[in-house]
């Protein structure tokens, strides 16, 4: 059999990588994990990750931003952390050529930054990824109270709701969007799979929220405080004084 020296000569060199400093990590540490195959899937998907959250320069521009958030589909539960939370790598247009345009024209710099985070936050849902205010706060500098301030002022002068992890896994202290859903529905008129696509939610969220004002005006028919209220249909007391703000207005537009 005849040798292949320069395969002889350089096979070796060429293992010298990264993949086969993970199948020595593999074999050492967990020698019980599997035969080759098994390691070599394993950094396999290693690999894949490493791409994943760590893309290579070329593929990003100036004024993007490597951004690692919650995957819109893995949902919160109870006493769940982040480590067992799904996390997807994302590359956010921090700032873009529109935005000088903006600037050089004269647009005040805070309606600047209102759109910039807007578009961000549109940006990264539409990628898989739900942003919370801390980390828009850690992007733009600003503390969670400006950057709320900020949504809210953009969400009332395009009468949308932005796309963040309060809102669309219904977490938090962002329950103002579940109003401003029914109130699309009850005030405006407006079909469900609208103010589905409007809200950035599925049809069924909708639903779920209308019938959510159902029971408290239910209850309120029944004399109940909003504490009892916020205890028969396990909600908070903040939520349900949003809800009886809105029946209360729903009644003065029908008594009109």
Not at 99 to 112: Q, T
Request: net charge positive.
């Amino acid at each position: 059999m005849i040798r292949d020296i320069h395969r002889d000569m350089w096979k070796p060199q060429r293992a010298k990588n990264f993949d086969s400093a993970i199948r020595h990590f593999i074999q050492s540490e967990f020698p019980r994990l599997g035969g080759p195959k098994v390691i070599d899937l394993f950094c396999c998907q290693i690999r894949k990750f490493i791409d994943q959250f760590y893309p290579k320069g070329e593929y990003v521009s100036f004024g993007q931003l490597p951004w690692c958030g919650v995957a819109k589909e893995d949902l919160p539960g109870r006493a769940k952390t982040i480590a067992q939370t799904k996390l997807r790598a994302v590359i956010l247009s921090l700032v873009e050529d529109e935005d000088y345009v903006k600037l050089e024209s004269g647009v005040p710099f805070r309606e600047v930054t209102k759109d910039r985070i807007a578009r961000i936050m549109i940006q990264a849902d539409k990628n898989g990824v739900e942003l919370a205010a801390t980390e828009l706060a850690l992007m733009f500098s600003y503390s969670c109270t400006g950057i709320n301030q900020f949504i809210a002022q953009y969400e009332k002068e395009h009468n949308c709701i932005l796309p963040r992890r309060g809102t669309i896994h219904d977490m938090g202290a962002s329950v103002t969007h579940k109003v401003e859903i029914c109130r699309k529905k009850l005030l405006e008129g407006k079909e469900t799979s609208d103010i589905a696509r409007e809200c950035s939610h599925d049809p069924l969220s909708v639903d779920k929220y209308l019938l959510e004002l159902h029971r408290v005006n239910f209850c309120r028919k029944k004399g109940m405080s909003k504490e009892e209220i916020s205890f028969s249909i396990q909600r908070s007391v903040r939520l349900v004084e949003e809800y009886l703000k809105l029946i209360k207005e729903i009644e003065h537009q029908r008594t009109k």
